[in-house]
């Protein structure tokens, strides 16, 4: 497209919310704080998984906040220590990390119900 720009989590769109467009970005624009969602990246067929192992469960994601200007969207997730294959092995603590992306680049949100 000819004089189309892309704006990257660094960069701040010059409409302030026009380069935010699709599904996943309107909805993190209303989304609530602390609401949890599994994500699906473009490109892939599996939800996020950033736990350890071969084949980790998916990522439950907390919302924090989305900039509207720059379309980045910041959530928290539990890191999970590394499976334990003996019990002399002592497992690692889990802590709390953010993981901060354009809403662009997310195909699908699956919100997880509050139990």
Known sequence: ??????????????????NCE?????????????????????GTGEFLALGPGESPQATEFSFVRFNRETCCATFTFIEQGPPVPAPAVAPVPAGTLEFIVDCRCICALTPIPVQ
């Open 22 to 42: 699709g599904c996943v970005c309107s909805l993190l624009r209303r989304a609530s704080r602390d609401q949890r969602f599994f994500i699906l990246m473009k």
């Open 1 to 18: 497209m000819m004089g189309s720009k892309r704006y990257g989590c660094n960069d701040v769109s010059p409409d302030r919310e026009g």
